[in-house]
C-alpha cells in the first residue's frame, strides 16, 4: 500500500473518533480561560487599575499573554500525538494495518504527515482561543493589541510550527512508550511536574539555566519568542537564558527525531500481540 494510501487510512482513523475534539474542546476552554484570567490581571497592573501598586509594563504584554496557547497548551498537542500510536497497540488496530502494509516504516511516515495536519488544527485552534479573550481585555483597558504588526502573525506562525513539533514528539514518545497509560503519566509527569519544577529552580540556582535552557518546553517558548513562564518570573529571580527562535525549533524538532528513531528502532519493529 502506498504512503498516500495510508496517508488517507489515518485520517480516517484519526478523525473517525471523538478523542481528537475533545482534546480541542479542554484546550480551548484551558487556554482560553487562562488567557482571560490573565488578560484582566495584566491589563489591570499595566493601566494602574489594581490600586497603589506600581504599574506593570506595557511593553511586550501582548505577546506574552498571546503565547499562554503554547506556554501551558503544549501538552495538547503532545498528548494527541502520543494516542495516535498508543491507542492502535491498545486496540490492537496496528495488526491489520501492518497486515496490509508491511512496510512499517510507511505506516509511521503516514502518522507523521497526518501529525502535521492535526498539528496545523490544534495550532489554529490554540492560537484564537489565547488571542481572542486577552486582545479583549487588552482593547477594554486601552492598551494596544498588536494585532497590526507583522512581529504579532509572525508569533502566531511560530505558534502553530510549534504545535506541529509537539504533535511529532508525541507520536515518537508513543513510538516508543507502547503502553498507552505509562506513555500518558509519562508526560504528564514532565510537562507539569518536572521541567516546570527544574525551569524555576534554574531561576535562582546560578548556572543551571544552561541545562534547562533545552529543555522541551524552554525550547519551545524560545521557538514561540514569547512565554507566560518567562514573562511572570519573579523580579529578584535570574532570567533563564533564551535560545533564538530558530535554535529552539531545531532542538524541539531534534527531540522529535530522535525519539521517533528509538521508537522505530526498539518498539515499532517489534511483534505485535
Sequence with gaps: MSLANVSRSEVTKQFSTSMWWILAIVLVAYVGFTAAVLGFVFSAAATGALGDRAPFPAEGISATLYSAATSIGYVFPLLIGTLMVTTEFRHKTLTPTFLATPKRGVVLWAKILVGIVVG?????????????????????????TELGSSDTWALFGRMVLAFVLWVIVGIGVGALVRNQVGAIVGVLVFTQFLEPVGRAAASFVEGLSDVTRFLPGAVSDALVGASLFSGAMPAGGATEDVLTWWVGGLVLLGYGAVLLLLGHLFSWRRDVT
Excluded at 126 to 137: C, D, I, L, N, T
Design 120 to 144: 496545523v488544527l490544534y495550532g489554529v485552534i490554540g492560537v484564537v482561543s489565547s488571542v481572542a479573550p486577552a486582545a479583549g481585555f487588552l482593547a477594554g483597558y486601552g492598551l494596544d
